[in-house]
């Protein structure tokens, strides 16, 4: 039986767009009517999720996520999922008050690269999702070392989300040179793209096959899960 998904939008919207591109673009689909029913809310109230993470006392997404994940279910989405992998610290909450299942966008990722062999992982993300530990703890789960990259090129990663793609600007070769030649660096096998802006980038620069590009696995995990077929 064929499943509608529901996406909660606005984290940021470039990278909602993006999934809903992506899902349409991986679904085995010969016409319209082949492809998954998708209700897309691109919600850009949605507090910031690292500042709430870094600082408490900013305001506090998760009732607005909540809320989101409630109204999708309401309009007869059958499956969520979330495009931003910061919101993924605050899953039990928004699972335990929504009524219908939400992929988990980091465990899907881990397994992604289980499956791939990696033992060294990189993770590239904001602040917050380091901060709240919630990669390291899915690839530990699966046997993988997690790599951080170190304060300077953290930095630069944050400076690429912020001020480049959540300010509408691109990232050049250039910028993100330094970033990969850390990580190589550090002996990574594979690298995370672990924020979905960071998948913006991959889409420009092309970025080759040592990244796991973690919205692109929530694209295929949900097309999937909606009982649909993945573009091979």
């Known amino acids: 039986m064929k499943k509608t998904l529901g996406i909660i939008g606005g984290v940021g919207p470039l990278a909602t767009m993006f999934i809903g591109e992506m899902i349409v673009r991986r679904t085995k689909a010969s016409k319209d009517q082949e492809h998954v029913h998708i209700i897309i809310d691109n919600d850009t109230a949605i507090p910031d999720r690292t500042a709430y993470i870094l600082d408490p006392a900013k305001p506090n997404p998760i009732p607005v996520l909540q809320h989101d994940a409630q109204k999708l279910a309401a309009y007869g989405a059958d499956i969520i999922c979330i495009p931003c992998n910061t919101a993924h610290t605050f899953y039990d909450k928004m699972q335990e008050a929504c009524p219908v299942p939400i992929l988990h966008m980091i465990r899907e990722t881990a397994k992604h690269a289980q499956e791939l062999g990696a033992k060294r992982v990189g993770i590239l993300a904001t602040d917050g999702t380091l901060a709240a530990e919630v990669y390291q703890q899915a690839l530990l789960e699966v046997d993988i070392q997690p790599i951080l ?16 793609v959540k300010a509408g600007q691109p990232v050049s070769k250039e910028l993100w040179q330094p970033i990969e030649e850390e990580m190589l660096r550090q002996q990574c096998d594979l690298i995370v793209l672990g924020c979905t802006e960071l998948s913006i980038i991959n889409k420009e620069l092309h970025l080759g096959q040592r990244y796991i590009d973690s919205l692109l696995v929530l694209a295929d995990a949900a097309i999937i899960a909606c009982g649909y077929e993945v573009v091979l």
Do not use: R
């Open 149 to 164: 990259p170190n304060e300077e090129v953290q930095q630069q990663v944050m400076s690429a989300i912020y001020d480049y």
